[in-house]
Nanobody, 124 residues
Framework: QVQLVESGGRLVQAGGSLRLSCTAS????????VGWFRQALGKEREFVAA????????YYADSVKGRFTISRDNAKNTLLLQMNSVKPEDTALYYC?????????????????WGQGTQVTVSS
């Protein structure tokens, strides 16, 4: 199995920046698609961004394009999400997820492993 632990969530003012990290353990991290999802209070979990195993392909939700950047360092078993120009609507619990089998990278059903989440709160 792949174990994922998120960190970096905090309170930040609108327009500011922060960086989320996801540290993975397991033998298959370098060969899996990994991504970020988020869930705001009272709302469904939604796709944020994903990156291919080799780091050559990235995918973003329309709501974060141009503001967030996903990257990975396979040597460090780390997934990152750089969040710039954050908005109050970015407030959510952010989850790191891994998909060994591929498929639809924008759908949560394609991911087998999940972290516990890290809270991001953006004040207006």
């Amino acid at each position: 199995q792949v174990q994922l632990v998120e960190s970096g969530g905090r309170l930040v003012q609108a327009g500011g920046s922060l960086r989320l990290s996801c540290t993975a353990s397991g033998h298959t991290f370098s060969s899996v698609v990994v991504g970020w999802f988020r869930q705001a209070l009272g709302k469904e979990r939604e796709f944020v961004a994903a990156i291919g195993a080799g780091g050559f392909s990235t995918y973003y939700a329309d709501s974060v394009k141009g503001r967030f950047t996903i990257s990975r360092d396979n040597a460090k078993n780390t997934l990152l999400l750089q969040m710039n120009s954050v908005k109050p609507e970015d407030t959510a619990l952010y989850y790191c997820a891994a998909s060994p089998r591929g498929g639809n990278v924008r759908g949560e059903r394609g991911y087998d492993y999940w972290g516990q989440g890290t809270q991001v709160t953006v004040s207006s």
